[in-house]
């Protein structure tokens, strides 16, 4: 009888210790999201936001966080695809930037929360040359009440690439190429 | 903006003729990277003419009218047509060869950053130092009052107080 029920606490320490791992492996996906951007402060995003000209969406996320990391997983297969043409900012909440923002404050006392996603699109009009200004990213959260699968997250910024081409006609051409 | 880039006629172009209706997502993505670097332009199939003067017979056609070379403006412009895979990474090396290297409103704005921080002055031009002033002043905004009998206006001294 001893023999068994030490058998089923072994068998039990076993899964136990398991899952542990599996939880510890999986917060290495958000390092698997690539290509994309860290941000270690203020004066680097808008380092970024006044020099690029294209979409972001910005994951702010919790490490050890079930949901966090299964959208991470979605976007490192999102990543690869968009790659030069939308880019993904990756921000931990518990770093050093993280815990400057705003939107990570409830990162802890609110998990179910989390993750976020906020999209950046880029303005049509970058420099305004009359009043000598740079135009920002125009920022938007995630749709409330829309699940963060792979799918929705790579239409939702698909859709939000805007398009800086030129249709030409006759009538435009020689305008257009000279 | 556009109208601006047009009129500062720097960049090369990049044109796509496509026979679908929409942008495609790689060329509007293209368009952002690129930004400010390179103009994009594109044709539709049913623009017969444009097909013919550029003697386009298959879609996607993406070519890059070449106006500039290394600061250059060429006389004749030159077509060259891109013939490697729809792959972005190519994509990307292709027309990194024929866009700017760096977005010109960055430099513009660095530019006109350090301008804005300058005070301005005034200073007296005559006969023998107008030359000499004018070099100095190269790329700066400069308003000229001419006097009479070299009497200098007050009204000028509360310029020198002011920043641009």
Redesign the interface.
């Not at chain 1, 968009?82 to 939308?86: C, D, G, N, V």
């Given at each position: 009888m001893k023999f068994y029920i030490l058998l089923i606490l072994l068998i039990h320490l076993f899964i136990l210790s398991n899952a542990q791992n599996k939880t510890d492996d999986n917060t290495a996906v958000f390092k698997e999201v690539k290509p994309s951007i860290r941000i270690k402060s203020q004066e680097e995003y808008d380092r970024l936001m006044?020099?690029t000209?294209?979409?972001y969406i910005m994951f702010f996320y919790k490490r050890v966080h079930k949901e966090s990391q299964d959208v991470a997983s979605h976007l490192v297969k999102i990543a690869a695809k968009?790659?030069?043409?939308?880019s993904i900012i990756m921000v931990d909440c518990a770093s050093k930037y993280g815990q400057t923002l705003e939107i990570c404050i409830d990162v802890f006392e609110k998990p179910a929360d989390y993750p976020k996603i906020k999209i950046l699109v880029?303005p049509?009009?970058?420099?305004?040359?009359y009043t000598?200004k740079?135009n920002n990213h125009i920022e938007s959260l995630w749709p409330k009440g829309t699940p963060m699968t792979e799918e929705n997250i790579y239409t939702y910024m698909?859709v939000n690439?805007?398009?800086?081409?030129?249709?030409?006609?006759?009538e435009n051409?020689d305008?257009?190429?000279? | 903006m556009f109208n601006l880039i047009y009129s500062q006629n720097i960049f090369n172009k990049a044109i796509l003729f496509s026979d679908k209706p929409k942008t495609p997502l790689i060329y509007r993505g293209l368009s952002n990277h690129f930004y400010d670097r390179m103009l994009f332009g594109e044709v539709d199939n049913t623009e017969t003419a444009l097909l013919n003067r550029f003697k386009v017979t298959k879609f996607p056609t993406l070519l890059i009218y070449q106006t500039h070379d290394n600061d250059i403006k060429l006389d004749d412009p030159r077509v060259i047509i891109y013939e490697g895979k729809i792959n972005i990474h190519d994509i990307v090396a292709f027309l990194e060869k024929y866009c700017l290297p760096q977005k010109t409103y960055i430099n513009y704005n660095e530019k006109d950053s350090l301008l804005n921080k300058e005070k301005a002055e005034v200073r007296k031009v005559n006969s023998e130092n107008f030359r000499d002033t004018f070099s100095s002043l190269y790329e700066r905004r400069v308003i000229v009052s001419f006097t009479k009998d070299g009497e200098f206006p007050k009204e000028l001294n509360s310029f020198s107080k002011l920043t641009r």
């Open positions: 006044n020099t000209d294209i979409t968009l790659e030069y043409l939308s880029p049509e009009y970058r420099f305004n040359p000598k740079i698909t690439i805007i398009s800086r081409s030129t249709k030409l006609q006759a051409l305008m257009f190429t000279r | -």
